[in-house]
């Protein structure tokens, strides 16, 4: 064993040891790395929680302390922590299953495990899930800093590469579904045609694509294809030749050629005027290009991601989007859901945009709960760039340190559309339903109640627990009867 290697685990510490990166690769000696590495520590008993963050604090690590699992994940999502170290045994759920749930989340994110009753079939079993390592209570303070010094040194969740979709704050299903598909689409250089309303976060995903991409490295290129002149919008995807180029400046690149070996975003490609669709077709099927100001030397060597707000499908049946093109472009399509369809999204995002709005100044601003009820059930047609910026417009405007409901409802307006509770729906239906029969049977109760398939007794206590009225329904009808000419 070399002199600087890492004392070897014991005491069931299951795990595989690597050497850290070497530090000449990052300018930065050995404790530096160590420093900036994120731990989480989730243990149901405060003392224990006290004794580790206590330990892991003493060197230099930067350590956050949860009792239990749900918090955890929500934890996961928003800091992004280069390691777990857990309990077997927490309050609200197994410690295995806590740490599969990780596993399935972010492969890349090395955990510890702690218990109190160690057995070898626990840390099999431990290792099997995909545990770094397996330690049993009470833990020696070298035998603790020498398994999490390697998990951290073999951990590449909070870096780069494995910190792809740090950005992207989720914890619904439906969004996780979309992002297995993105980073399996980083894997490939096919085109991606990103769609969803506006502010659900294309761009986003699309930079979360390339961030996950063996392309990393190399350029990111975003070509905006709406409210731009035709010729400008030429320049900027295709560049000038040489010849109508000054002969200081030489020729002028354009985006296809600036992103080679990375990235081209073309960002709501529905809006490419049709010249630009067929030159921008021709140069994808490697097809002859006729002479003129679009040159063969443009052809991409990017990878293409586009982006679509609009149902690109009816502006191909019309004409107005290039056929070739779409079938081009939407080899790999994945659709971004919109906030109205992830709203257990919105609690994490609210704290990931309160996060960004105060660090500036070091303040400290929090929601109330009913403010954070009256959010979630808002409608956001604007999706989470509107969100986005009611937090930012909250936190700036907002005196004192809780942001009210009240303050909440006055920054929404009261326009502002608010998802009904089941029960507020439900009463809605019922008596819209019943209106609509008295209405069709001109406020008679005997047709009524059998076109809704009721006796007239559970009938009668139907209107008067909505409090109709069938007087008023045979008036109406009485009346409309007479201005058509029929009698009564």
Not at 53 to 75: I, K, N
Not at 342 to 367: C, V
Request: proline share 6%.
């Amino acid at each position: 064993m070399k002199p600087n290697s890492p004392t070897p685990t014991a005491s069931l510490g299951f795990g595989i040891t690597r050497k850290p990166e070497e530090s000449k690769r990052r300018g930065r000696d050995e404790s530096s790395t160590v420093r900036q590495a994120k731990i989480l520590v989730v243990d149901p008993d405060p003392a224990s929680r006290r004794l580790l963050m206590a330990r892991l604090g003493a060197a230099d690590y930067s350590v956050d302390s949860l009792a239990d699992a749900r918090a955890a994940l929500d934890a996961c999502v928003v800091s992004r922590p280069n390691l777990v170290v857990t309990d077997l045994r927490l309050q609200d759920a197994d410690g295995l299953t806590f740490l599969k749930e990780l596993k399935s989340r972010w492969p890349q994110l090395p955990v510890i495990i702690l218990t109190g009753h160690g057995t070898i079939s626990e840390a099999v079993q431990a290792t099997q899930c995909g545990a770094f390592g397996y330690l049993v209570k009470p833990v020696g303070k070298e035998e603790l800093l020498g398994q999490v010094q390697r998990a951290t040194a073999d951990s590449t969740f909070g870096q780069s590469k494995g910190d792809w979709r740090a950005n992207i704050v989720s914890r619904s299903k439906l969004m996780d579904d979309r992002l297995g598909t993105a980073n399996r689409a980083a894997g490939t250089d096919v085109p991606v045609l990103l769609t969803g309303e506006n502010g659900t976060g294309k761009e986003l995903l699309a930079r979360a694509i390339h961030a996950a991409s063996a392309r990393r490295k190399q350029p990111f290129v975003v070509v905006s294809c709406g409210n731009t002149a035709y010729h400008e919008l030429e320049f900027e995807l295709f560049g000038s030749e040489p010849a109508e180029s000054t002969e200081a400046n030489g020729s002028a690149d354009g985006a296809l050629r600036r992103a080679h070996g990375g990235t081209l975003l073309l960002d709501e490609i529905g809006d490419l005027p049709i010249h630009l669709q067929v030159a921008l077709a021709k140069l994808l099927a490697k097809a002859p290009i006729p002479a003129g100001r679009i040159s063969a030397a443009a052809r991409p060597g990017a990878r293409l991601i586009s982006t679509a707000s609009r149902d690109l499908k009816p502006l191909m049946e019309t004409g107005a989007f290039l056929s070739q093109l779409y079938y081009q472009i939407n080899i790999l399509p994945i659709e971004i859901p919109p906030l109205g369809r992830r709203r257990e999204d919105i609690p994490l995002l609210i704290s990931h945009f309160l996060e960004q709005a105060t660090e500036p100044s070091g303040q400290k601003k929090i929601y109330s709960p009913k403010a954070i009820e009256l959010l979630v059930t808002t409608d956001w047609p604007g999706n989470v760039r509107q969100l986005f910026e009611l937090v930012q417009q909250n936190v700036a405007l907002s005196h004192g340190e809780v942001i009210s409901k009240e303050f909440v409802q006055q920054s929404l307006g009261e326009g502002a559309a608010k998802i009904p509770t089941y029960d507020e729906a439900r009463e809605k239906f019922s008596r819209e339903y019943l209106t609509q029969n008295l209405q069709l049977t001109a406020g008679n109760v005997s047709q009524a109640a059998r076109l809704a398939k009721r006796s007239r007794t559970d009938f009668y206590k139907l209107l008067a627990r909505y409090r109709l009225h069938p007087e008023d329904f045979k008036n109406a009808g009485a009346t409309k009867r007479k201005d058509i000419g029929e009698d009564d």
